[in-house]
Structure formats: C-alpha cells, structure tokens
C-alpha cells in the first residue's frame, strides 16, 4: 500500500533557528500534500495544503512567511520553520491521497 | 465548512464492554467520513472510512462505523474492547474530492477498565 514518510522523526533546535522537515510518498506520485500541526493533547490542525508546482494555500491564521512550504517535484513536499520559537513545538503531520495515508509525524521542540 | 462533533473527549469502558464513541458531522455536500487512531506518540492509522457506498463501514481491529444521513451521525463501535484498544481516536471528514483536505474533531481518548 501506499506509504509516506517524514524526515526527521525528532528534531530538537534554539529558539531562531529555522528547521526543514520533509515528507516524501514512497510509491506514489502527490500533486497535493497536508501539513497539519498536533499540540499536545489536542487535535490535528490543519497548517496548508501543498500543491506541486505552484504556492502552496495556507489555513487562516498560519503565517506563510513562518511556515515555509516547497512541493518542487511529485514525491516530496517540504515545510522549514523559520526562525522557530518555543510556542512552535509541536508535532506535525504530513498527508497526501485522498488524505489517508499520513506520515508518521516529526516531533519539534524548540528550547 | 465542514466540520464533526465527537461527543466526549475521555470515554471509559470496561474490558469485554461495548465501545461506542459517538461523531456527528456538518457537510454541504455529501461527505467522506473516517475514523483515524492514534497511540501515545505515534502517528494516525486509518481504521475505517465511508465513501458513499455501503452506509455500514467494517474497518480494521474490529471496529465498525455506521453513517447516518438523517442524524448526520458516524459512530465508531467495536462488540467487545480489548485493553490494546486504549488511544485516542479521531473522526474527520472531507468533500469527497481525490485530494482533498480533511477536517478532525477534537478526539476522543478511550480507556480501558481492567
């Protein structure tokens, strides 16, 4: 079946420094990939949607210019926090087809 | 916009018991309906998910979902809860388009009596 994964599983960074976090899908071509953000205890928020080729299309609320989102070529999206700080730690979740088939998510922790 | 309701954010069942967690959902068109799993710091695994063909959805581990037009209702149950059931379990819904986003509820957090 089809399978995605995200690249790192963990990453911990100083608070502004920027942080590039990959999800690839393995065995099928993505025109459309997800990014969501999961705080602790909470549900999955959807951060935007990546669209290979062209500008990705952010959730109200999400800063475009923090949350840095590249999709260049049909097996890879990209999200890099920029400048990240304390209140970006989180775990965030990447998706792509028909949007059940997640990545098993990067944890951050910004210190 | 579309959007679910779980109704209770901890459900508590004892071992062998019924589990019913219950979901209702909001949608303008006709919906894509899941239900997603997720262990403590683990991603999502997709249990079961309703596409607009047999309103009675069986997933895996024993769950199955049932969709409701008239009460807008998608209700996960599973006949007998084992203590590996203990997670936290998320409904979601789309517009049914291939790449579509999904919209999550809050979750709710089963646990398991002994």
């Known amino acids: 079946g089809a399978v995605v994964s995200q690249h790192p599983s963990w990453v911990i960074c100083k608070s502004g420094t920027s942080v590039k976090i990959e999800c690839r899908s393995l065995d099928f071509q993505a025109t459309t990939m997800f990014w969501y953000r999961q705080f602790p205890k909470q549900s999955l928020m959807l951060m935007a949607t990546?669209?290979?080729?062209?500008?990705?299309?952010?959730e109200q609320g999400v800063e475009k210019d923090k949350f840095l989102i590249n999709h260049a070529s049909l097996t890879l999206s990209t999200l890099t926090v920029t400048s990240a700080h304390p209140e970006d730690s989180s775990f965030y979740i990447c998706?792509?087809?028909?949007?059940?088939?997640f990545g098993p998510g990067t944890r951050l922790l910004v210190l | 916009a579309q959007s679910v309701t779980q109704l209770g954010s901890h459900v508590s069942v004892s071992e062998g018991a019924l589990v019913l967690l219950r979901c209702n959902y909001s949608s303008s068109v006709p919906p894509y309906l899941f239900w997603y799993v997720q262990y403590p710091n683990q991603g999502l695994q997709l249990l079961l998910k309703?596409?607009?063909?047999?309103?009675l959805v069986k997933g895996i581990n024993g769950f199955e979902a049932e969709f409701k037009k008239s009460e807008t209702s998608f209700h996960l149950t599973k006949p007998s809860a084992h203590m590996s059931d203990a997670a936290e379990y998320f409904c979601a819904v789309s517009d049914g388009n291939r790449d579509d986003k999904i919209i999550f509820g809050k979750g709710t957090r089963l646990h398991i009596l002994p």
């Open positions: 309703y596409t607009s063909a047999a309103t």
């Open positions: 998706s792509a087809r028909e949007t059940q088939y």
């Open positions: 990546s669209n290979e080729g062209s500008k990705a299309t952010y």
